[in-house]
């Protein structure tokens, strides 16, 4: 099928996110892990621009060395093109272009937003008109933090983490995000953590292929109160990405120093998230960081999912 589409462009804009909670069990043989997350979707968005064109191609811009950035079928976006062109059974092509805002390799997923973004603006510039359920389960295939960022807003992610459920969450988060000049590899830092346990023998029995959130983290996005959230925000990735980056225990600590409720490594990291009171003490802890040398940026969350602004 060749859908002919009279649509210029299409521009979509899709968040980054910062795992609040992430529990990860036992390894399953298809080498991913089994996760009980809650991701929340942050102000800090990637752009997709997709113009037709004949052939598959993509253009890179951002604050990060966009030279770090496959242009080929590595690009998650480039494969989320493809396989929603081969499902739709389209022969055309697309020329896409990604405006970054979310650090690369960040933990913050990024390319996972890029995906999701070129999902969301091909299925609208081919006219292809996928349904939202159809558009996650090619999501799903593409990656496991990918239909989050479809999602939007806050989740709960079980299985892969690409079993998603809505959370409740009241009122807004401000974060202050310390971002590296260095990515950190997602598959090292799970493999670091597979070693930390087979070392500390952290657990007597292989580790759980089902995992639930507890309720507290729950409860506490329920209530809205942030210094609640602060009290349960758990990652079991944070010890293997500090095995691997120590410095990230450091900015932490600087963090809760400079007047953050709590600090977190998102997902893999190496970004770090600190979770503040209200804006007014988000804007305070910047300035401290600041003061201590250390450039961050303020976003707040929940925010929605990929969707198109024009
Ligand atoms: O799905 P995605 O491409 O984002 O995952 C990147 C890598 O992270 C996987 O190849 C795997 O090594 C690791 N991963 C995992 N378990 C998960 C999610 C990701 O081991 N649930």
């Not at 210029?8 to 892990?33: F, T």
């Not at 292809?128 to 990918?146: I, N, P």
Request: net charge negative.
């Amino acid at each position: 099928m060749s859908v002919s589409s009279s649509i210029g462009s299409v521009h979509v804009r899709a968040p980054g996110k910062i795992n609040v909670y992430l529990g990860v069990g036992g390894r399953h043989d298809d080498g991913y892990h089994a996760l009980a997350t809650v991701f929340q979707a942050v102000s800090l968005y990637e752009d997709v621009i997709a113009r037709p064109a004949s052939d598959f191609s993509i253009s890179v811009s951002g604050p990060d060395d966009p030279d770090t950035v496959p242009l080929d079928d590595r690009n998650l976006a480039m494969r989320a093109a493809k396989l929603l062109a081969a499902a739709a059974d389209y022969d055309g092509g697309v020329a896409l272009e990604i405006r970054k805002q979310v650090p690369v390799a960040g933990g913050m997923g990024g390319g996972s937003a890029d995906a999701a973004a070129a999902l969301v603006a091909c299925d609208a510039l081919w006219g292809t008109g996928f349904s939202q359920a159809r558009l996650h389960e090619l999501a799903a295939r593409l990656g496991a933090d990918v239909p989050f960022a479809l999602h939007g807003g806050t989740a709960v992610g079980t299985g892969r983490g690409d079993q998603l459920n809505p959370a409740l969450a009241r009122g807004r988060f401000d974060w202050i995000l310390v971002t590296s000049d260095e990515g950190l590899s997602t598959p090292v830092v799970y493999e670091r953590l597979d070693a930390l346990r087979a070392e500390e023998g952290a657990f007597a029995d292989d580790p759980p292929l089902s995992l639930d959130v507890p309720v507290p983290v729950l409860q506490a996005l329920r209530s809205g109160d942030a210094e609640e959230l602060a009290g349960t925000l758990f990652n079991d990735l944070q010890a293997a990405a500090v095995d691997v980056r120590p410095d990230l225990d450091e900015a932490i600590q600087l963090g809760v120093r400079s007047g953050a409720l709590q600090g977190i490594v998102s997902g893999s990291g190496p970004t770090v998230a600190l979770l503040c009171a209200d804006p007014e003490s988000a804007q305070h802890v910047q300035a401290q960081l600041r003061e201590s040398g250390v450039e961050s940026l303020h976003v707040h969350g929940p925010v929605p999912g990929a969707r198109i602004i024009s």
